[in-house]
């Protein structure tokens, strides 16, 4: 595995173990309080503890090297589980905004208010040293599945915050409703996580395209070559954080086999200069050659849209 797989791992292994860690804190604290707001973040967790192992897993898949059955690799695995976290998100979520909806009509006052108040406290540190070192790992990695748990356990850092307030006006002031009025607020955040990583995880497993600067930046370098005649059909995605870039490229009819050779070799190093762990596909050919290109279907397809 390489140095930034292991580093993926890593943080999957302490997701993991801080899921674990804190859905004992909040069941102690749901049982003792009875609040609804801990119940929703209690659950919250406990689907955290599903995601962090499923991440791990597809960590562990996602870097594994390209086998018979599977020659681009294995990288759309951490798409796979980012798109089951985003499923998972959404039926805790759903879950909580049904408890929250009895306790708005069936209010509840709090037991061992203290407890909860300390737990809570206690799952923001956990939290915000967890988000800390995913955040160095996603700078270093790119991961995809990395980041979907970051955004989850961001989105757990502020509801834990929240949560923590609601309990302080339950205690203090006797806001009962406070409680399932957080709890509400937590899930919708919740919704809103998962939407953003869903919507993510298909982009990749589509094999939608790398952003627009990442494309030109890609065809500047092609293009800055000076045997380069013209650069057509450019193809790119992404999974795992390992760039795919693919095109054609136009040379002098008249150049050696070797020489055309020589210059595809000097654009990789330069690309993977620019996308470290590309993976690059150049098919070369002679200038003037018309042939059926990708550039022109899509080309002719976004006309025949826009007419309709």
Do not use: C
């Not at 013209?230 to 954080?241: F, M, S, Y």
């Not at 693919?246 to 654009?267: K, Y």
């Amino acid at each position: 595995m390489t140095d930034a797989g292991r580093l993926k791992e890593r943080a999957a292994r302490a997701s993991l173990a801080v899921a674990g860690f804190l859905v004992l804190l909040k069941l102690v604290a749901t049982l003792a309080s009875g609040s609804a707001a801990v119940l929703s973040s209690l659950v919250d967790s406990m689907a955290d503890i599903a995601a962090s192992a499923v991440t791990w897993l597809a960590v562990r898949i996602a870097h594994q090297p390209p086998d018979r059955r599977h020659r681009f690799g294995h990288g759309k695995a951490e798409s796979l589980a980012a798109l089951g976290l985003a499923a998972l998100v959404s039926g805790s979520a759903l879950f909580v905004v049904l408890e929250a909806a009895r306790r708005f009509f069936e209010p509840e006052p709090l037991r061992a208010g203290t407890l909860a108040l300390l737990v809570m406290a206690a799952s923001i540190l956990a939290t915000a040293g967890l988000v800390a070192f995913q955040g160095y790992v996603i700078r270093r990695t790119g991961s995809q599945a990395i980041a979907a748990d970051r955004l989850h356990y961001l989105t757990d850092f502020l509801s834990n915050a929240a949560v923590l307030g609601s309990l302080v006006a339950v205690e203090r002031w006797g806001l009962l409703w406070a409680d399932p009025l957080v709890a509400v607020a937590v899930a919708g955040s919740l919704l809103i996580a998962s939407w953003r990583i869903g919507r993510r995880s298909v982009d990749t497993l589509m094999d939608h395209e790398l952003p627009s600067a990442e494309r030109a930046r890609i065809e500047a370098i092609v293009r800055a070559h000076p045997e380069v005649e013209n650069l057509h059909d450019l193809r790119t995605r992404e999974a795992a954080g390992v760039r795919f870039i693919e095109f054609h490229i136009e040379l002098d009819g008249s150049m050696t086999l070797r020489a055309a050779h020589q210059v595809t070799e000097a654009i990789e190093r330069e690309l993977r200069a620019a996308f470290p762990e590309a993976e690059i596909i150049i098919h070369q050919e002679p200038v003037g050659v018309e042939d059926a290109r990708l550039d022109h279907r899509i080309a002719a397809r976004t006309r025949s849209v826009r007419s309709a």
